[in-house]
């Protein structure tokens, strides 16, 4: 496992963007990603990046809108979020995995970041 650390979370207005940040304390490289849960909702994959970050996958909901990106040199991964959207409104977290798509298994999640999305 590795111990992911997020931050970059808060309160943006329709239309804002953010950027979101998670530093991977690990001398090993992995297939990472950004899920998110909303209240009531559950938790569902928003952008994910292989280890090169020469591959990315988005949902469809935020295609357009947000991009994943990685600095394998600083071992962190980021989400910048633009026009943003009030159902863009969740707890955003950090996933680590050695398989792609990510989703098949995560090896590792951050403690999670909340992002508000306001009019």
């Known amino acids: 496992q590795v111990q992911l650390v997020e931050s970059g979370g808060g309160s943006v207005q329709v239309g804002g963007s953010l950027r979101l940040s998670c530093v991977a304390v690990?001398?090993?490289?992995?297939?990472m990603g950004w899920f998110r849960q909303a209240p009531g909702k559950e938790r569902e994959e928003v952008a994910s990046t292989t280890i090169s970050g020469g591959l990315t996958s988005y949902a469809d909901s935020v295609k357009g809108r947000f991009t994943i990106s990685r600095d394998n040199a600083k071992n962190t991964i980021y989400l910048q979020i633009n026009s943003a959207k009030p159902e863009d409104t969740a707890v955003y977290y950090c996933a680590a995995s050695n398989s792609w798509p990510i989703r098949n298994r995560i090896d590792s999640w951050g403690q999670g970041t909340p992002v508000t999305v306001s009019s």
């Open positions: 690990s001398r090993s490289r992995y297939n």
